[in-house]
């Protein structure tokens, strides 16, 4: 979907490749994986610093759950990891998204988190049967649905829109 949109993406695996990132997206996955990978390639440290230091960040699913406060830290608010249900549960929904221009977004929700507690300087973008399940807090932009699994690229584009205003190309 970046690569669609004009960026240069590339994966990140272990510190080095942080360096001379423009932004980061934070991908669905299986969060406590994740936070495993994260831990033994000693991202922990780096990845806190390029979000808290304004990488513009996009954040989906478990990614969402990898920013929190008990993981690592970068947003001011607390995830319920399948909060909708197990894998059978999981659905598709139309959002308004505050900021989000064009109509509703088409959501996919697997076996997907919710906000379950947040700070005042998280805005609440988007809700679901009255949980939180996209937020913005500072440059980070996180969803707890899979944007990716739709043709609706305009959440990635916001991301590459945010990286070319500040005159820089290569989200990963």
């Known amino acids: 979907m970046l690569t669609g949109l004009g960026a240069e993406p590339r994966i990140v695996r272990t510190p080095p490749d942080l360096d001379a990132l423009d932004a980061l997206v934070l991908p669905g996955g299986e969060s406590t994986t994740m936070t495993l990978?994260?831990?033994?390639?000693?991202?922990?440290?780096?990845?806190?610093?390029?979000?808290?230091?304004?990488?513009?960040?996009?954040?989906?699913?478990?990614?969402?759950?990898?920013?929190?406060?008990?993981?690592?830290?970068?947003?001011?608010?607390?995830?319920?990891?399948?909060?909708?249900?197990?894998?059978?549960?999981?659905?598709?929904?139309?959002?308004?998204?505050?900021?989000?221009e064009g109509g509703p977004l088409r959501a996919v929700f697997i076996r997907a988190p919710w906000v379950e507690e947040h700070g005042r300087d998280v805005e609440v973008l988007a809700e679901v049967d009255g949980h939180p399940v996209a937020v913005r807090q500072g440059d980070v932009l996180a969803v707890a649905f899979h944007p990716e699994l739709t043709r609706d690229a305009r959440l990635h584009l916001m991301l590459v829109q945010t990286v070319a205003k500040r005159g820089t190309k290569e989200p990963a």
């Open 37 to 100: 990978g994260i831990e033994r390639e000693g991202l922990a440290g780096p990845l806190r610093e390029l979000v808290v230091g304004g990488t513009p960040t996009l954040a989906t699913c478990a990614g969402l759950i990898v920013l929190d406060r008990d993981h690592l830290d970068v947003l001011d608010l607390t995830t319920r990891r399948n909060a909708f249900g197990r894998q059978v549960r999981s659905f598709e929904t139309d959002l308004d998204l505050e900021g989000v």
